[in-house]
């Protein structure tokens, strides 16, 4: 089976990550086209909070966040999702340079490209298609004088471990001087984990899908329904986990490869963080950087952070 250049990293991360035990898959490549249409789907569910706190915080505070900010930003978000988020920062800032969408996604960085286009016809708008988690480079064409600053909302900080987490901020610092990160706070396990196993089904489509893309980018036979959703709250780490657990005994087949699951045995594959505010203040201050301004929603689920270096 030939596959394309662009697929090999997946081709690695998928076997070695299925040989490995236990097994795990990268959260990453959650996000295809089905996927992030299904993540769409998760953020209107009423179990998800994370979507509706966040917003509370961008519509009551985005004026205050630009004025910290100040003029001539280059508003530069990895991972930009749908783009609706950063429109409701955009509108306020004082003569942005532009706006720098990044996305693994082909589908989901011209969906963010064509809503932030729309809104703002005449902001210079560069995508880049790139994995944020990886070595990647500010387009080349973008004008001078524009101060990058890192958008990086939904709380996707969180599904980085803390030295993971820890390197990313560290890239970021060689980037821009500012950015503004949004996390979700930690809270009572009983709020948190309907949100990750909504009743509707949704989140545990979003997480077999991913086994779906397995099989269709690799001849992979995955039967998605001997694999059930389960999302786990793990206090001693402090992050909400997805994993599928196998049903059954099974053998299945991956790009020509036979891996065995036992019943019961499970595949690793996200994490989510729960932040407090002190406890990102003192992982930004490791990166080399300092939290200027922090906002909450009303009812402190929620935090979106100012970090300045």
């Not at 979700?184 to 991913?210: E, Q, S, W």
Request: proline fraction near 6%.
């Amino acid at each position: 089976m030939n596959l394309p250049v662009a697929a090999d990293p997946l081709r690695s991360a998928v076997l070695d990550g299925l040989r490995a035990s236990p097994k795990r898959l990268p959260s990453a490549y959650l996000y295809d086209a089905t996927g992030s249409a299904l993540f769409e789907s998760i953020c209107a569910l009423p179990e998800y909070y994370l979507t509706r706190a966040e917003t509370e915080i961008l519509q009551r505070h985005a004026p205050e966040m630009a004025r910290c900010i100040g003029p001539g930003a280059l508003l530069i978000e990895p991972g930009c999702g749908s783009g609706e988020k950063a429109c409701m920062l955009l509108q306020h800032l004082e003569e942005p340079a532009g706006f720098v969408p990044i996305e693994i996604s082909p589908s989901a960085l011209q969906a963010a490209e064509g809503l932030v286009r729309g809104r703002f016809p005449r902001l210079a708008v560069h995508p880049l298609r790139a994995d944020f988690t990886a070595s990647w480079s500010l387009p080349a064409d973008l004008a001078p004088g524009g101060r990058p600053v890192l958008f990086f909302p939904g709380s996707t900080l969180g599904n980085f471990d803390p030295t993971q987490a820890l390197a990313l901020l560290r890239r970021w610092r060689a980037i821009g001087t500012q950015a503004v990160i949004g996390v979700d706070l930690r809270k009572d396990p009983a709020v948190l984990i309907p949100a990750y196993d909504d009743a509707r089904g949704v989140t545990a489509a979003f997480n077999r899908n991913l086994l779906a893309r397995i099989n269709r980018e690799f001849g992979a036979d995955f039967d998605l329904q001997s694999f059930a959703h389960e999302a786990i709250w793990n206090d001693r780490e402090g992050r909400m986990e997805m994993h599928l657990r196998s049903l059954r005994a099974q053998s299945v087949q991956v790009d020509g490869h036979r891996l065995e699951f036992q019943a019961g045995e499970t595949i690793h594959t996200e994490n989510s963080y729960k932040y407090t505010v002190e406890g990102l203040g003192e992982l930004a201050r490791r990166a080399g950087w300092q939290v200027a301004a922090c906002w909450k929603d009303e009812q402190g689920r929620f935090a979106e952070h100012l970090l300045r270096a």
